[in-house]
């Protein structure tokens, strides 16, 4: 199913603001930094992570930027927060308007119909469902990250802070702590890597990568087809108009596929290491 591009002068449907966009990238940026020094960490007796560890300075210092990039993390969960609270006020008027109007991040029974509705498509046996401004992957996806951050982050800070934890709990929750924190981040960077990545970029409708999330921009037919229903929605409702944009110059694009690419690569390559330390080397 060959999806029309725009023209290069043709407006575009804006569908990620600038803040979401810098956070998604302050986002891939500091999980990269976690993955690739807590996978260090964690199958340190591999040839990779050796030749890993000399590349980031050490074992010590990757601790060191694993630190730095869960400040990041953090960073970018509260910014989110704030944000969602920001727009609450001043979009849509109240958290209920916000957490069960028609946008909702929160799954819905035409989420659980749509999943059931792509498993036919899947089989050939029945239309591809029609989405709206978001498809149950993607709550998915945005509840596992989440989920992460309460799991991983609460028992990254025990691993970080257990002198001041073990004031309140007793000491054998560290080694449990470090458990929860490696096999939790292990479940996580095996999700965003594979199911993740195969969602945004890798489907055959937005083969080889979906640049949507570093312009913020994709074009009408694309909309059209991918949330027919948002943009029926948008139609309707005569907001379409205020949502489009200019197209962003080629520099910008090329600057946003070298960037995307990187981290494609370093993503895939991580889950190869991994299934490599796993099946032939784990300890
Ligand atoms: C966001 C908050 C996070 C905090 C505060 C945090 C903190 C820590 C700390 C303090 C350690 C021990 C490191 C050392 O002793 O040098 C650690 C280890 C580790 N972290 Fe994190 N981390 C966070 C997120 C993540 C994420 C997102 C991942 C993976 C994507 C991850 C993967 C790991 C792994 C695999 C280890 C090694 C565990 C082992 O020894 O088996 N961490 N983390």
Redesign the pocket.
Same mark, same amino acid.
Request: aromatic share 10%; net charge positive; proline share 0%.
């Given at each position: 199913m060959e999806i029309q591009q725009s023209s290069p002068m043709e407006k575009q449907y804006q569908r990620f603001s600038r803040l979401n966009r810098t956070l998604h990238i302050i986002m891939i940026v500091s999980?990269m930094s976690?993955?690739l020094t807590?996978?260090t +960490?964690?199958f340190s007796y591999t040839g990779w992570a050796v030749i890993l560890s000399h590349l980031l300075g050490g074992f010590e210092s990757a601790?060191y930027i694993?630190?730095v990039a869960?400040v990041f993390?953090?960073g970018i969960f509260f910014a989110h927060i704030y944000d969602l609270a920001r727009n609450k006020r001043k979009e849509v008027g109240s958290w209920k308007a916000l957490l069960f109007g028609p946008n909702t991040m929160l799954f819905t029974k035409k989420d659980w119909q749509d999943f059931v509705g792509s498993l036919k498509w899947f089989l050939n046996r029945g239309p591809r469902p029609e989405f709206g401004r978001w498809t149950y992957w993607e709550k998915f996806d945005y509840f596992a990250v989440f989920w992460?951050?309460f799991v991983?982050?609460a028992s990254? +800070?025990m691993?970080?802070f257990s002198e001041f934890f073990t004031l309140f709990i007793p000491g054998w929750f560290i080694n449990v702590a470090?458990i929860i924190?490696?096999d939790e981040?292990?479940l996580?960077?095996g999700f965003i890597f594979t199911v993740h990545f195969f969602n945004t970029h890798l489907r055959p409708e937005k083969f080889p990568m979906d640049l949507v999330i570093f312009t913020g921009r994709l074009s009408i037919e694309e909309l059209k087809f991918d949330k027919p229903l948002e943009y029926k929605e948008l139609v309707e409702s005569g907001k379409l108009e205020e949502r489009l944009v200019e197209p962003y110059p080629p520099i910008v694009l090329r600057a946003a596929h070298i960037f995307g690419w990187a981290a494609l690569i370093t993503g895939i390559s991580i889950v190869i290491w991994i299934v490599y330390a796993m099946v032939f080397a784990y300890r």
């Open positions: 999980f976690l993955a807590g996978m +960490l964690k601790g694993h630190r869960a993390m953090f992460g951050i991983i982050g990254g +800070l691993l970080w470090t924190h490696s981040a292990l996580a960077v």
